[in-house]
T-cell receptor
Framework: AQSVTQLGSHVSVSEGALVLLRCNYS??????LFWYVQYPNQGLQLLLK??????LVKGINGFEAEFKKSETSFHLTKPSAHMSDAAEYFC???????????FGKGTMLLVSP | DVKVTQSSRYLVKRTGEKVFLECVQD?????MFWYRQDPGLGLRLIYF???????EKGDIPEGYSVSREKKERFSLILESASTNQTSMYLC??????????FGSGTRLTVV
């Protein structure tokens, strides 16, 4: 069975500051890992995904994430936060490309001027 | 771009009603999924389907059923709606090995 833990239900940053959203996973096999973003009253949008290629994955809107097997982590970062980054972010894991996604409980990112 | 369309953004239904939530995707994806999203609980998988007329239970299937008569359409059915089924329902589709594409969601209120 696979699982995802997102540390912190809310993260607050100032505009221009580093964004770091934490995700740890549990999987019995090499995982596929994903980050999604949800803006208010919308569905989820794929930010980036790791599927056993390069460990540093670049996504849309300047976000990136690094797969660290030894730490079972897949943290999401962005060097400089924008007001438009305020949203809820979900980390998800899949055991293979053929199995369903298991989502974390989400982290709400708040960006202040 | 792949589009996943959920027929209603907001629904209000009465306890005991049979409720149909419709989802259509336009990119010939094999896989389709229904999740519910609740504050503090994230997304939980209700049912999924890897092919027409095929369905598999997810983590919380109780009180729900699904129908997939055509590849592009995946319907979620609440047989007898209850207040604890008030939630945001999200449909998604995917190809094997790819990420999911989500619809905009249906916010269902059962009164």
């Amino acid at each position: 069975a696979q699982s995802v833990t997102q540390l912190g239900s809310h993260v607050s940053v100032s505009e221009g500051a580093l964004v770091l959203l934490r995700c740890n996973y549990s999987s019995s096999v090499p995982p596929y890992l994903f980050w999604y973003v949800q803006y208010p009253n919308q569905g989820l949008q794929l930010l980036l995904k790791y599927t056993s290629a390069a460990t540093l994955v670049k996504g849309i809107n300047g976000f990136e994430a690094e797969f660290k097997k030894s730490e079972t982590s897949f943290h999401l970062t962005k060097p400089s936060a924008h007001m438009s980054d305020a949203a809820e972010y979900f980390c998800a894991v899949s055991a293979t490309g053929y199995s369903t996604l298991t989502f974390g409980k989400g982290t709400m990112l708040l960006v202040s001027p | 771009d792949v589009k996943v369309t959920q027929s209603s953004r907001y629904l209000v239904k009465r306890t005991g009603e049979k409720v149909f939530l419709e989802c259509v995707q336009d990119m010939d994806h094999e896989n389709m999924f229904w999740y519910r999203q609740d504050p503090g609980l994230g997304l939980r998988l209700i049912y999924f389907s890897y092919d027409v007329k095929m369905k598999e239970k997810g983590d919380i299937p109780e009180g729900y059923s699904v129908s997939r008569e055509k590849k592009e359409r995946f319907s979620l059915i609440l047989e007898s709606a209850s207040t604890n089924q008030t939630s945001m329902y999200l449909c998604a589709s995917s190809l094997q090995g790819a990420g999911y594409t989500f619809g905009s969601g249906t916010r269902l209120t059962v009164v």
